[in-house]
């Protein structure tokens, strides 16, 4: 996946996670088991794992080696990363 998907797949997973907290407010008693929060939970994910792969691709390009060898890591490895 190219810088340009990258990005794309990043705004959509946004748009959809501004929409499900526009939605479901938090406060709702069943939103915590509800498939809006499980849904909100894995776009978290994805996000976590695009800017991952993001910053893997641009480093890779910025030290002369090939961004395409950049590959997705698993959710358990990028989700404590900070921004």
Known sequence: MD???ILERISAL????QALREKA????PDYEHGPE???LKRIEEDLD??????RQRRAKLQYGENPD???P???KQV???ES
Do not use: I, K, T
């Open 3 to 5: 810088e340009q998907h």
């Open 69 to 71: 060898e950049a590959q």
């Open 73 to 75: 890591r698993p959710v």
């Open 79 to 81: 989700e404590n990363y």
């Open 49 to 54: 794992q695009c800017w991952d792969l993001l």
């Open 25 to 28: 407010p938090s406060s709702s």
């Open 37 to 39: 929060h499980a849904r």
């Open 14 to 17: 946004v748009d959809e996670e």
